[in-house]
């Protein structure tokens, strides 16, 4: 595509409730990252995927958080048993590959997620 | 651990006038990147300008500059000439060379005042 897609763009959602947002990256590209936005508060590392290698999951916040990569290109990340304070904007970005990196990281719009 | 701290949460300007951002970060190592993205109200973040730390010149890009010092681990951006279009939240980030994660600042929002 001609860009990094996310949907929805916004998520309102009952505590308790699972979420899957998903992430579309830019064809071709093999780096996939999930960041966190809080309100206030910088970008949070979530989760990074390159190509068919391990994921780096270290910046998940908890076991409720998950995520999958099929085919090294849709990613989905899926929150079970939401609870408010997952209430952030997730953000997704793609790039060639890790060691392309250093030069441009292209985003998506974000999903607004919402826990009431 | 990395760490990239900004301390001015809000900022604003005059259009036309000139705006220095401020970031500083902590590493102890010697290899890494920084940037400088701008976040818009669409929410979508695009890369403003980036620096490699073995280079000693600043970066510029059009009305956008930086000042690098890496003995202070500090890295500013300057805007020139500020435009409304300028009005969104910068972060400032750091990824090591030989690493996978950027690290971000938690932002500065800026308002450029017609």
């Known amino acids: 595509g001609a860009g990094v897609s996310q949907s929805p763009s916004n998520k309102v959602t009952e505590k308790g409730k699972d979420v899957e947002l998903r992430c579309d990256p830019i064809s071709g590209h093999t780096a996939l990252y999930w960041y966190r936005q809080s309100l206030g508060q910088g970008l949070e590392f979530l989760i990074y995927?390159?190509?068919?290698?391990?994921?780096?999951k270290s910046g998940l916040p908890s076991d409720r958080f998950s995520a999958e990569r099929t085919g090294g290109s849709v990613s989905t990340l899926t929150i079970q048993r939401t609870q408010q304070e997952d209430s952030a904007v997730y953000l997704c970005a793609s790039s060639l590959d890790h060691r392309r990196a250093n030069e441009k990281l292209f985003f998506g719009s974000g999903t607004q997620l919402s826990v009431l | 651990a990395q760490t990239v701290t900004q301390s001015q949460p809000e900022m604003s300007v005059q259009e036309a006038e000139t705006v220095t951002l401020s970031c500083t970060y902590d590493t102890s190592e010697n290899n890494y990147y920084l940037f400088w993205y701008k976040q818009p109200p669409s929410r979508q973040m695009i890369l403003v300008i980036r620096?490699?730390?073995?280079?000693?010149q600043n970066a510029t890009e059009n009305r956008f500059s930086v000042n690098f010092q890496k003995a202070a681990k500090s890295f500013s951006l300057k805007i020139s000439d500020s435009q409304l279009g300028d009005t969104a939240m910068y972060f400032c980030?750091?990824?090591?060379?030989?690493?996978?994660?950027?690290?971000f600042g938690t932002g500065t929002s800026l308002t450029v005042i017609p």
């Open positions: 620096q490699e730390a073995y280079k000693q």
């Open positions: 995927f390159q190509g068919n290698s391990a994921p780096d």
């Open positions: 980030a750091f990824l090591l060379n030989t690493g996978n994660q950027f690290y």
